[in-house]
């Protein structure tokens, strides 16, 4: 039995070293240093191995006031950053951190600039992200409605169940007390 646990642990070892490598930065978008002259709205931080489904990422302003970033997925070999909405021209420091797969946490920071033209917002944009934000809206309350109504189909389901059993109990008592009497 010691035999087999040892050689187990042994396994275990051998595979983890072989799955798991040390990742570390290797790109980004913008890159370290990078001058972009189109809107930012994305930014992700690229490893040279998968990372665990967990990350942060922070950005700052010259000011040092936070950025507001509405989503931050990270898997595979990536830690991407989803702001609200695209920076506007300025200096922006990025602070990133997560943890590689080998179980090692990361973390690094870069800058970047944004100098893009100035474009004048149209004037369908705002109607057209509200209808968006309601078509958006609807299948949430749909999604939120269908478990609750599943949950009582369930229910009642159940309580037909019971009251079948009970049923066939009294049906299966009452023929055995007319056989015996
Ligand atoms: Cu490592």
């Known amino acids: 039995m010691k035999k087999i646990i040892i050689f187990l642990i042994a396994a275990l070892t ?68 989803t702001l ?3 920076l ?10 997560n943890i590689g797969e080998d179980g090692h946490s990361l973390r690094g920071d870069f800058s970047f600039q944004v100098n893009a033209p100035k474009e004048e917002p149209k004037a369908e944009n705002p109607a057209q992200s509200k209808a968006d934000e309601q078509s958006e ?18 229910t009642s389901l159940f309580i037909g169940l019971i009251i079948a059993v009970v049923l066939l109990a009294i049906i299966v008592t009452f023929i055995i007390r007319k056989k015996r009497s």
């Open 88 to 97: 506007p021209n300025g200096t922006y420091t990025v602070n990133w951190m």
């Open 14 to 81: 051998m595979m983890t070293t072989q799955v798991s490598a040390h990742s570390r930065m290797v790109d980004s978008s913008p890159k370290s240093g990078e001058v972009m002259t189109k809107p930012v709205q994305e930014i992700t931080v690229t490893f040279s191995a998968n990372i665990e489904k967990v990350g942060k990422i922070e950005i700052k302003n010259e000011q040092g006031t936070n950025i507001p970033v509405s989503k931050v997925d990270a898997g595979n070999a990536t830690l991407k950053a």
């Open 137 to 154: 809206a609807q299948p949430t309350d749909s999604q939120e409605t269908s478990p609750a109504a599943d949950g009582q189909s369930n």
């Open 84 to 86: 609200d909405k695209p």
